[in-house]
């Protein structure tokens, strides 16, 4: 079982819809939770993180976490044609990370 | 601004090389990773440091050795390059106190062995 699953996607969405990107984890023992996306041929960068149960919002973006479901999720409001990326899910115990494969999302004009 | 930096964006090395990928930090982070990552796989520990001359063995190790002389440089060594360790590898670093504080990531190094 995989530690982190994702949805490989491609979750395709209009412009200006909102996306939903969901993300679950095995380990209870995680604390903390990032999003990162990741254009084509280059590194991840940090879109949020969230460490306490329920949501956290920046700008469009929203982070939700559900520790007793073991679920956190990525809403992207109003998505536009640049968001279009993979949206990788890591989660975090001592000193490692373990990420997801990552979320494909298009953003169709 | 944090800046994470790796010696080469690619590179061509043939089987049998001894392959140096070297990763340098500017921000004073304690803590180094590298990390391969291969299409439906997503990324893979390979080692990580928490101090200088100090390494841990992540999911992946083998087949690769890294060495932290100093706090900014964690190097990657191939020791005997195989096909199969055609990857894009990335490098990070983070913030002293665990993994509460987000990685950052260098640009990555595609590394091709032929």
């Known amino acids: 079982q995989k530690e982190v699953e994702q949805n490989s996607g491609p979750l395709s969405v209009p412009e200006g819809a909102i996306a939903s990107l969901n993300c679950t984890y095995s380990?209870?023992?995680?604390?903390?939770f990032f999003w990162y996306r990741q254009y084509s041929g280059k590194s991840p960068e940090l879109i949020m993180f969230?460490?306490?149960?329920g949501d956290k919002e920046d700008g469009r973006f929203t982070a939700q976490l559900n520790k007793a479901s073991q679920y956190v999720s990525l809403l992207i409001r109003d998505s536009q044609p640049s968001d279009s990326a993979t949206y990788l899910c890591?989660?975090?115990?001592?000193?490692?990370?373990?990420f997801g494969t990552g979320t494909r999302l298009k953003v169709l004009a | 601004d944090v800046k994470v930096t790796q010696s080469s964006r690619y590179l061509v090395k043939r089987t049998g090389e001894k392959v140096f990928l070297e990763c340098v930090q500017d921000m004073d982070h304690e803590n180094m990773f590298w990390y391969r990552q291969d299409p439906g796989l997503g990324l893979r520990l390979i080692y990580f440091?928490?101090?200088?001359?100090?390494?841990e063995k992540g999911d992946i190790p083998e087949g690769y050795s890294v060495s932290r002389e100093k706090k900014e440089r964690f190097s990657l060594i191939l020791e005997s390059a195989s096909t199969n360790q055609t990857s894009m590898y990335l490098c990070?670093?983070?913030?002293?106190?665990?993994?509460?504080?987000?990685?950052?990531f260098g640009p990555g190094t595609r590394l091709t062995v032929t």
């Open positions: 990070a670093s983070n913030h002293p106190g665990g993994s509460s504080y987000e990685q950052y």
């Open positions: 890591a989660v975090s115990g001592t000193y490692k990370y373990i």
């Open positions: 969230i460490y306490s149960n």
């Open positions: 440091s928490y101090d200088v001359k100090m390494k």
């Open positions: 380990d209870r023992g995680s604390q903390s």
